[in-house]
């Protein structure tokens, strides 16, 4: 029991404390991305990676932390995803149950890894790119699918070509976040006019407008390590098990009164319940 509050403490954190009080700014950006600068650009769109992997994975640690309360035990779904060192890995570790279920239902219904180097990828790239639309009837969701689809593509044919670097140790996590990171702006954005605005601020330091986002410069990666640290934190759940249930109390009670403390007035939907 005493895991399981542990657990839903957690994903009430991310999503109420994390996820909510980043969704006001990276709200106001997206509505206009044209009239803000880069930095701007820059902050929302790595507060948008923070609050989405916070409300998904804030939503899943409260799912199994209610179905372990009621004695049954569901699977972990994410799994530090943005530490992961490579595409590959990243879809390891995000929304497990998803990417899992893209596998077995998808990409070896369509002949997964049977037949040639091509027809490898064109089911990798088809499973991807169904992946996104399956997230919206929107052009942008599509677009998001391929972008992982052709990085997973290129990420299997430089591991067989090239093989792991010396480095990449370091350089793997920066540019698989930064890739990912690129992927969320055509998830978030309205349309691709808005993506491309974004895009050009993000990765080529170009941008239209002049206004600046205010408040969030120091929420976004201190949240970030944050939300990391609290899951890492979660995995160590067994834990509660061996703490006395009186400590375990107060714990759980100053725990709950800060949440409490920062989690905004307005009410915000999990963001997963659109799809």
């Keep these: 029991v005493q895991a399981a509050l542990m657990l839903f403490l957690s994903g009430y954190v991310k999503k109420a404390c994390i996820s909510d009080n980043l969704a006001p700014a990276v709200d106001a950006y997206f509505a206009e991305p044209a009239a803000f600068d880069v930095f701007s650009a ?10 989405i992997y916070c409300d998904f994975s804030g939503y899943s640690d409260m799912a ?11 699977a972990l779904n994410f799994d530090f995803p943005y530490f992961a060192v490579s595409i590959q890995d990243f879809w390891r570790r995000w929304h497990i149950s ?13 002949g997964g890894n049977r037949g040639s180097k091509l027809f490898q990828y064109r089911n990798l790239m088809l499973t991807m790119l169904l992946g996104g639309l399956w997230h919206g009837a929107a052009w942008t969701f599509v677009a998001w699918g391929g972008l992982h689809g052709a990085a997973l593509v290129l990420h299997r044919e430089w591991s067989k070509r090239v ?12 540019l698989t976040f930064w890739f990912v990171c690129v992927c969320w702006i055509f998830f978030r954005a309205a349309s691709f006019e808005d993506a491309w605005t974004t895009l050009r ?21 201190p949240a970030l390590l944050g939300a ?20 375990f109390a107060v714990w759980a009670g100053v725990v709950a009164a800060l949440a409490l403390a920062f989690t905004p007035v307005a009410y915000k939907p999990f963001i997963y319940f659109q799809f």
């Design 228 to 247: 990391h640290a609290v899951s890492r934190f979660t995995h160590a759940a067994q834990l509660g098990r061996r703490t006395p249930a009186p400590l």
């Design 163 to 174: 093989g792991r670097r010396p480095g990449m140790g370091l350089l793997g996590p920066l």
């Design 64 to 74: 199994i932390a209610c179905a372990a309360l009621l004695g049954y035990k569901l």
């Design 42 to 51: 820059w902050l929302a769109t790595v507060g948008y990676a923070v609050q």
């Design 201 to 221: 601020a993000f990765a080529l330091f170009q941008a239209p407008g002049e206004a600046r986002l205010e408040g969030l410069a120091w929420l976004v990666f």
């Design 98 to 110: 998803l990417s899992s279920w893209l596998r077995d239902y998808l990409y070896i219904s369509l």
